[in-house]
């Protein structure tokens, strides 16, 4: 019943609901002559969609890997997980280790470790590095490992 109150069908419509209406009719039939024009002829379709199949792969070979190039944003993230009959006393003991380990790195400016991280048997931790001034390997050589130093050595 509300419905034929509040939707009623105008006679004359006006205003910015209308001319928007408009707008996009006359859009919608400008693409359907388009997409009439491009689909009715076939064989130009299929040519043009072939050429691209062949051009795949020629893309590909000069796109890189990564839609963003590797950035070296000074931290290094890590994720700690311990069996599912550990407490947060037996997570804390282990993750505490990681410190030295860290403190090993030439690069080390500061560590951060979240225990109890999505659950009590996970954690959050990392190390910040020194300003990129103060260091010769970026981040990503560090995650490397071979030429990362080994601690207490």
């Not at 690069?107 to 010769?136: A, C, D, H, M, T």
Request: contains cysteine; charged residues 15%.
């Amino acid at each position: 019943m509300m419905c034929a109150v509040l939707l009623r069908h105008e006679q004359n419509p006006s205003g910015l609901a209308h001319r928007l209406d408009l707008i996009f009719e006359s859009l919608k039939v400008r693409y359907q002559r388009l997409l009439h024009g491009t689909l009715n002829s076939r064989p130009v379709v299929l040519v043009f969609a072939v050429l691209i199949m062949c051009l795949i792969p020629v893309l590909l070979m000069f796109t890189r890997n990564e839609l963003a190039p590797e950035e070296d944003q000074g931290v290094i993230f890590m994720m700690s997980s311990s069996p599912q009959t550990a407490n947060l006393d037996y997570l804390n003991a282990y993750t505490d280790q990681f410190t030295p380990i860290f403190k090993g790195f030439p690069e080390y400016y500061s560590s951060f470790q979240i225990n109890g991280f999505n659950g009590v048997q996970s954690g959050i931790g990392g190390f910040l590095l020194k300003p990129w001034n103060e260091r010769e390997r970026t981040q990503m050589q560090l995650l490397n490992g071979p030429t990362a130093p080994t601690p207490g050595g």
